[in-house]
C-alpha cells in the first residue's frame, strides 16, 4: 500500500510527505478519525516510506513486501488483547526498543484503537511517547482521540482525517459494483467510510436494511405484540442498535422527502420506493419529520448509555403511535 492507492486524504499526504523528505517526522503522531477511512493503511504507507530501501515505499524491495505480509521484525503492530491494550504488551513493546533496530533505520510502532489503552498500559507508554528509543516512530490511530488520556494527546501530533467524500466513494464504488441502486445506497449510508460499503455492512445495507424498514411499516398501532417481538431483533446490543438507526435515518429521511412532494430523484432508498410512497401517502411532511426526530432521538439516547432495548422500544412505538397521522 502507498500513498497513492489510498483515497483521499491528499492534505495528509502532502505533509507526511513532506515530513519524511525534509526529515522532520515527528517522533509521535495521532491519527484521528471514524473508522475504516484509511487511517490504517495511511500508518502502514508511512512505515513503508521510512523503510523501503528505495527510501519511497516502491512496493517491492525486501522491507516494503514484508510490511505488506506483516512480518518486519522493526514494525510493531499493537492491538487490543481482548478488550483493552494491556499493560504487558506495553512492556513487551519498551523491551524490543530497547534494542536496535534489526533491519530498518527505526522502529516503527503502529497502535491502532488506541483509546482502548488501559490506563496503566497508557501510563507506561509516556515515558517512551517523550523519549522514543533508536529514533522510534510511533503512529497511533483512534476513532474516539478525546478519550484517551491529554497526557498522550499531548506528545502527539495530532492529524485528523476527516470523511471521505460522497464523491470519492462513489469513485470506489463504480470500479466495485455494477448495480447502480445498490451504488447509491451503499454510498449514502457509508458516512464517509469505505469499510462500511465494503465490509462485513455491506449485506446489512443492501438486504438487511430492506427486511427492517419493511417490518417497521408494517406494524399496526392495533396490535402490540409484534412491536415487542421486533424490538430485540434490532437491539441486541448498542453498535446494531446505532447501525439500525443510521438506515432508519436514511429511509425515513427519504419518506420526508416524498411526503414533502419534493422531488424523487433525492430519494436515495430507490429499491424501497414502493414502500415509501405507499406509507407517505398517509403521512403528512410534519408526520415524517417528527418520526425523523424520533430516531434522531434515539441515537442519542443510545450515545448516552440509555440501555439499547429501551431505547428500540421506544422508538418503535414513537414510529408507530406518536407520529401524527394525516387524516
Ligand atoms: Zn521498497
Not at 184 to 192: C, E, K
Not at 198 to 223: K, V
Request: glycine letters at 4%; hydrophobic letters at 40%; a neutral charge.
Amino acid at each position: 500500500m502507498t500513498f497513492g492507492n489510498i483515497i483521499g486524504h491528499e492534505q495528509q499526504k502532502k505533509l507526511l510527505r513532506h515530513a519524511f523528505s525534509s526529515d522532520k517526522l515527528a517522533h509521535a503522531y495521532l491519527f484521528s478519525g471514524i473508522e475504516g477511512i484509511g487511517k490504517r493503511l495511511m500508518a502502514l504507507a508511512l512505515a513503508r516510506m521510512v523503510f523501503c530501501h528505495e527510501g519511497k515505499g516502491c512496493g517491492n524491495c525486501n522491507a516494503c513486501r514484508r510490511i505488506d505480509h506483516n512480518n518486519h521484525p522493526d514494525l510493531h503492530l499493537l492491538e487490543t488483547n481482548g478488550q483493552f491494550i494491556k499493560i504487558e504488551q506495553i512492556r513487551t513493546l519498551q523491551k524490543n526498543l530497547a534494542f536496535r533496530p534489526l533491519e530498518a533505520p527505526r522502529h516503527f510502532v503502529l497502535i491502532d484503537q488506541a483509546e482502548r489503552m488501559h490506563p496503566g498500559a497508557a501510563n507506561a507508554l509516556l515515558k517512551t511517547l517523550e523519549e522514543p528509543p533508536n529514533g522510534t516512530i510511533f503512529v497511533l490511530l483512534s476513532a474516539h482521540p478525546h478519550t484517551l488520556p491529554s497526557t498522550i494527546r499531548s506528545r502527539c501530533q495530532t492529524l485528523p482525517f476527516s470523511h471521505l467524500s460522497n464523491a470519492e466513494i462513489e469513485k470506489v464504488l463504480r470500479t466495485q459494483v455494477d448495480d447502480e441502486v445498490e451504488r447509491n445506497i451503499l454510498a449514502a449510508l457509508a458516512q464517509g467510510s469505505l469499510s462500511k460499503a465494503f465490509g462485513a455492512d455491506r449485506d446489512f445495507y443492501l438486504n438487511t436494511r430492506r427486511e427492517i424498514f419493511t417490518a417497521i411499516a408494517r406494524l399496526n398501532p392495533a396490535s402490540v405484540l409484534p412491536m415487542l417481538e421486533l424490538a430485540p431483533t434490532l437491539a441486541p446490543d448498542r453498535e446494531y442498535a446505532e447501525a439500525v438507526t443510521d438506515i432508519l435515518i436514511s429511509c425515513y429521511r427519504d419518506l420526508f422527502i416524498l411526503a414533502s412532494r419534493a422531488s424523487g430523484a433525492l430519494v436515495v432508498n430507490t429499491d424501497l420506493e414502493q414502500e415509501l410512497r405507499h406509507l407517505s401517502s398517509r403521512c403528512s411532511p410534519t408526520c415524517a419529520s417528527a418520526m425523523l426526530d424520533a430516531i434522531l432521538q434515539c441515537r442519542t439516547y443510545l450515545q448516552h448509555n440509555v440501555n439499547p432495548l429501551l431505547a428500540m422500544e421506544w422508538l418503535l412505538s414513537r414510529l408507530v403511535f406518536q407520529a401524527p397521522r394525516k387524516s
